[in-house]
């Protein structure tokens, strides 16, 4: 029973020492994600260019968690005018700490309330 539990051990310490990658989507709402340092996060919401509406990251703390690269903003039906798509953004975990990070969908030049929010809470380890 031990060297079964040791064999099964040795797995995880090989892999504590990579950075993982993990997505998130609408139904992640609200959650509380725990990460380490150089783990990445992309996230998927539903979104329309077309509208001007689009998906903006409004509130984290930058020594725990960083935005990766520009968001990208994909139609599902390319054909249909107004059709809608899907937003794509990742983020990487910088630092130890914990902060909230939210997005809002919202046109930027409107001064409107947000459609739509989305956040999770960060909680980053070494």
């Known amino acids: 029973m031990i060297r079964v539990f040791a064999l099964l051990a040795l797995p995880a310490v090989t892999v504590a020492g990579c950075s993982a990658s ?9 959650t509380r994600v725990a990460l380490r340092s150089g783990d990445e996060i992309e996230i998927t919401l539903a979104g329309n260019a077309t509208t001007g509406f689009s998906w903006e990251l409004v509130e984290f703390d930058p020594a725990v968690i960083t935005a990766r690269g520009e968001s990208v903003c994909e139609e599902v039906d390319a054909d249909l005018v107004g059709g809608g798509g899907e937003w794509t953004g990742t983020l990487a975990a910088q630092g130890s700490g914990e902060c909230e990070v939210r997005f809002v969908y919202h046109r930027t030049w409107e001064d ?15």
């Open 22 to 30: 993990r997505s998130l989507g609408p139904e992640d709402d609200g």
């Open 112 to 126: 409107e309330p947000p459609e739509e929010t989305f956040s999770f809470f960060a909680s980053v380890s070494q």
